[in-house]
T-cell receptor, first 115, second 113 residues
């Protein structure tokens, strides 16, 4: 079965600084990878996803993530964060096998952006 | 509707009470999922429906948890004889069949006193 590890439970950073949120996964088969963001008292919103093709994927608000198969990683990066990026970020994996495959989440990383 | 909706948004129950949580998926989405998110944790899978068929309920923590989707649209997650450890946010998600991405609702925050 697949699993996801987010080693950093909390990442404090100053506004306009770069940030990287780490995500490693484990699976015996090929996977789809996702980052979801959860703002306070809200549901999960899809930030970006890797399904196939280019290993570098981007979101509309400046985040990017790179799928690294050899390192089984899908780290999330942003070159310059804003106060409004403060939220909980969840990495998730789903096996590509046909039929039902559940989405498995990591424990989340809280990004705290301060002025 | 435009997105997945859930009701109620907040529910406080006394230990031992039964609760029912409702999910309205995105129109046309055949697949529906329930997840449980404990405080400070990532969402944990509970159960999956394809139309009205419950194809996987391996994540339901006990036989006090029951989910249904009788007409293949709205789904209800019922918890009988609630316990304090049931306190969590219950998230519903939907998707088209075969589509990898899930769309989540805002969740129902259940507090059991």
């Amino acid at each position: 079965a697949q699993s996801v590890t987010q080693l950093d439970s909390q990442v404090p950073v100053f506004e306009e600084a770069p940030v990287e949120l780490r995500c490693n996964y484990s699976s015996s088969v090929s996977v789809y990878l996702f980052w979801y963001v959860q703002y306070p008292n809200q549901g999960l919103q899809l930030l970006l996803k890797y399904l196939s093709g280019s290993t570098l994927v981007e979101s509309i608000n400046g985040f990017e993530a790179e799928f690294n198969k050899s390192q089984t990683s899908f780290h999330l990066r942003k070159p310059s964060v804003h106060i409004s990026d403060t939220a909980e970020y969840f990495c998730a994996v789903r096996e590509t096998n046909t039929g039902f495959q559940k989405l498995v989440f990591g424990t989340g990383t809280r990004l705290l952006v301060s002025p | 509707g435009a997105g997945v909706s859930q009701s109620p948004r907040y529910k406080v129950a006394k230990r031992g009470q039964d609760v029912a949580l409702r999910c309205d998926p995105i129109s046309g989405h055949v697949s529906l999922f329930w997840y449980q998110q404990a405080l400070g944790q990532g969402p944990e899978f509970l159960t999956y429906f394809q139309n009205e068929a419950q194809l996987d309920k391996s994540g339901l923590p006990s036989d006090r948890f029951f989910a249904e989707r009788p007409e293949g649209s709205v789904s209800t997650l019922k918890i009988q004889r609630t316990q304090q450890e049931d306190s969590a946010v219950y998230l519903c998600a939907s998707s088209l069949v075969g589509q990898p991405s899930l769309f989540f609702g805002p969740g129902t925050r259940l507090t059991v006193l």
